[in-house]
């Protein structure tokens, strides 16, 4: 296939994926949970940390959002929750749109088509990156405006740190999305989605366990959540260019992956 | 000599220990519509499998066009439908949606998408749920709706299996219309069905296909067609029984066996 008639292709694959998604039950769900529940978890926490009720166990989770500028606060806390949310996001998508068809038998149907697999394969985690990435931004967009109200009402400022927060925020949503991508070849490689959310999870869980030793700086999945804070300000200042390069470098490693399973896929 | 447009030669594969195709020989020119019938577990929707380029044989051939199935180049797969197992169908978009998508995966040019759903949609008479989720369907519109996508596009080869199970008798015309149209049209048909009535109504040639090989052809025009396919299963089935023992109970040995 020419360059020119890969890209149409690619073009035509993506049509039909965008149309696909909008139309999923998973989509119409999860997006109104990640762009609603982001913004009011972060002006919530913050509110709750400064509001002296919380006691007990919780009190030291939340003791680090009880001080500072409420508005770099709140953009800080929208990009730790982010930076979880959205790979389970993405990965819960994946194992939609990667494990289902595969599991029912649909993925049958994509063999003997003028649009190869592995082009419906790169369209398809195409569209759920992008379909993360969006809620990311919208979900950022929305915890702004929130924090600016909020900020405002209380004669206070949304200044230059609370920009930089976002732009970090931003910046930790979108790596985190990318992760998802491989979840993708694990729905693939186990033709199943519950167990690529199982997957989601043991990856959650022992990223947990690589921080708890103290590899995370370097540890993609970590990453996302120690550069915006999650492990304190020394963790978040660990983390530099490179184990950056290396998070965002999993998203295309796991798409060329996906495309390859698909060119090779037999006994469907 | 025609060169076949479907054609399976001394295919074998097993699942396991357990043998599903044993040598398997099968064709389907230009123009013909060809119908597999056979027993469940006989080997048929194993070789519709190895056809559509989805299971790769152990040992023998499968050509789709003179092209091995499971590495299309993109202009031979423009001119190859087929419904094997689940079709071509998301169940979250709507029959015209689901359409547009089958045309524009099936190589359709965008400026001829429109009117190649709106023909499939005329051709299987499915205008009154072109706004319908698939999910939302009954199972025989669903089915319809399966073999409406994989025959957007016209194809040169077409493939179906079982494309009438669900269907009520007006959904089986349709159908049965829709697969004389497409040899008329030139097209090569290769169908499995259990309806041996409707078989002897659609196809050109019938190949019994019994514990994973073409044990003979029925004439689709003959009497009782029911008759003659259980004797010569249970020909084969009987020791000693070569694949021309058949002939006498109103069958003959498969023409396409060891195609090549």
Known sequence: ?268 | MTTPALLLDAVRRSFGTRPALDGLSLKVDPGEVVAMIGLNGAGKTTALRVLTGRLRPASGTARVLQRDPARLDVATARRVGNVVGAPLVDPALTVAENLRAAALLNGVPRAQVTAAGAAAVGRLDLAAWAGARARDLSAGNAQRLGVACATVHDPAALVLDEPTSALDPRGVVLVRELVRERARAGAAVLVSSHHLDEVARVADRVAVVHAGRVVGELDPRGADIERRFFAMVLAADTPGSGPDAPAGAGGRAPRGRRAA
């Open chain 1, 1 to 268: 296939m020419t360059a020119l008639g890969a890209m149409t292709a690619l073009g035509t694959a993506l049509r039909v994926e965008v149309l696909a998604w909008r139309r999923s039950t998973v989509q119409r769900v999860a997006t109104p949970l990640l762009v609603l529940l982001v913004p009011l978890a972060a002006v919530g926490l913050t509110a709750l940390a400064r509001s002296g009720a919380v006691d007990g166990a919780g009190a030291p989770k939340l003791a680090a959002y009880a001080t500072g500028d409420p508005a770099t606060t709140h953009l800080g806390v929208a990009g730790q929750v982010l930076a979880v949310a959205a790979l389970m996001a993405g990965g819960f998508a994946a194992a939609a749109v990667f494990g289902q068809p595969l599991a029912d038998g649909r993925a049958g149907a994509y063999f003997g088509l003028a649009t190869p697999r592995g082009t419906v394969a790169l369209a398809r985690g195409l569209v759920v990156l992008a379909w993360t990435a969006a809620c990311v931004l919208v979900a950022i967009g929305l915890t702004v405006a929130l924090s600016a109200a909020v900020t405002a009402a209380a004669s206070g400022s949304f200044g230059s740190t609370a920009w930089a927060a976002a732009g970090r925020a931003l910046g930790a949503g979108v790596l985190a999305a990318g992760l998802a991508v491989p979840f993708a070849a694990v729905a693939t490689a186990t033709r199943s989605p519950l167990a690529t959310v199982g997957a989601l999870i043991g990856v959650v869980a022992l990223t947990q366990l690589v921080v708890l030793v103290g590899g995370g700086s370097w540890f993609p999945y970590a990453v996302p959540s120690l550069w915006t804070g999650t492990g304190g300000p020394a963790a978040a200042a660990g983390v530099g260019g490179g184990a950056l390069a290396l998070t965002a470098a999993v998203a295309p490693a796991g798409a060329a992956l996906v495309v390859a399973q698909w060119r090779r896929l037999t006994d469907v």
